[in-house]
């Protein structure tokens, strides 16, 4: 890609990454969760991707530590999920309504999906981009 | 002999089809109440989220996306098995 895509890129990752941080962590306030922000934070890094073709970025991720990643946080997701009957009245009672630290399982869980979402969609399209080449 | 059977196979889904799209429910008027009633007035209290959306999806039918994640897990891990690169 020419230096114009380059340059907007490189200038809006950070803006998308926390735009995706932000709907993660504010899913259980406000409309967002966990596959949204899963997916815009997939769109900040296949932006980079896209811009960057021709060069190597594989000294700043692969998508195995994406996938060690994925696993680690798709069997948290599980757990909390499995032992959620036991967790969400224990959370629920320490935890104040609409504040940002409540919802119970739903904020962990929000974090937890929006991991995997994200680490799914960068680890299938940087494999389907990066094998043609 | 086949393209008879077809036809009529085509012919009697559509009806069917057609039939079904007249039974449908109108907005707003649900036969069964009870559930959505129940999600809305005591999601804030059982789960502590504000948003009733996300209560539900992540905390009342918390097996269901947990079935999703793992068919986006799988699905990587078949992309990656057909097109990925071998990394040392």
Same mark, same amino acid.
């Given at each position: 890609?020419?230096?114009?895509?380059?340059?907007?890129?490189?200038?809006?990752?950070?803006?998308?990454? !926390?735009?995706?941080?932000?709907? @993660?962590?504010?899913?259980?306030?406000?409309?967002?969760?966990?596959?949204? @922000?899963?997916? !815009?934070?997939?769109?900040? +890094?296949?932006?980079?991707?896209? @811009?960057?073709?021709?060069?190597?970025?594989?000294?700043?991720?692969?998508?195995?530590? +994406?996938?060690?990643?994925?696993?680690?946080?798709?069997?948290?997701?599980?757990?909390?999920?499995?032992?959620? +009957?036991? =967790?969400?009245?224990?959370?629920?009672?320490?935890?104040?309504?609409?504040? =940002?630290?409540?919802?119970?399982?739903? =904020?962990?869980?929000? !974090? =937890?999906?929006?991991?995997? !979402?994200?680490?799914? +969609?960068?680890?299938?399209?940087?494999?389907?981009?990066?094998?043609?080449? | 002999?086949?393209?008879?059977?077809?036809?009529?196979? *085509?012919?009697?889904?559509?009806?069917?089809?057609?039939?079904?799209?007249?039974?449908?429910?109108?907005?707003?008027?649900?036969?069964?109440?009870?559930?959505?009633?129940?999600?809305? #007035? #005591?999601?804030?209290?059982? &789960?502590?989220?504000? #948003?009733?959306? #996300?209560?539900?999806?992540?905390?009342? $039918?918390?097996?269901? &996306?947990?079935?999703?994640? &793992?068919?986006?897990? *799988?699905?990587?891990?078949? *992309?990656?098995?057909? *097109?990925? $690169? $071998?990394?040392?």
């Amino acid at each position: 890609m020419n230096v114009i895509v380059r340059t907007i890129a490189r200038t809006m990752f950070p803006f998308i990454l !926390v735009y995706g941080i932000y709907l @993660a962590i504010y899913g259980h306030l406000s409309p967002g969760g966990g596959f949204p @922000a899963g997916v !815009v934070i997939a769109t900040a +890094f296949i932006l980079l991707v896209i @811009a960057y073709k021709e060069r190597k970025i594989e000294h700043t991720f692969t998508e195995i530590e +994406f996938l060690d990643l994925k696993t680690v946080a798709g069997f948290a997701l599980i757990i909390i999920i499995i032992l959620g +009957f036991i =967790l969400r009245l224990r959370l629920v009672n320490l935890q104040v309504p609409f504040e =940002l630290w409540s919802g119970g399982v739903t =904020l962990i869980s929000n !974090v =937890l999906g929006s991991i995997i !979402v994200a680490t799914a +969609f960068v680890v299938i399209i940087y494999s389907i981009i990066k094998e043609k080449t | 002999m086949n393209k008879a059977v077809g036809f009529f196979a *085509v012919a009697l889904f559509a009806v069917f089809v057609g039939i079904s799209i007249f039974l449908i429910p109108g907005y707003g008027s649900y036969p069964n109440p009870n559930v959505p009633n129940y999600y809305l #007035n #005591n999601a804030l209290v059982d &789960t502590g989220s504000a #948003n009733v959306v #996300n209560s539900i999806v992540w905390d009342y $039918r918390g097996y269901d &996306t947990m079935g999703e994640e &793992t068919v986006l897990i *799988v699905a990587t891990i078949g *992309v990656v098995l057909l *097109v990925g $690169r $071998r990394v040392s």
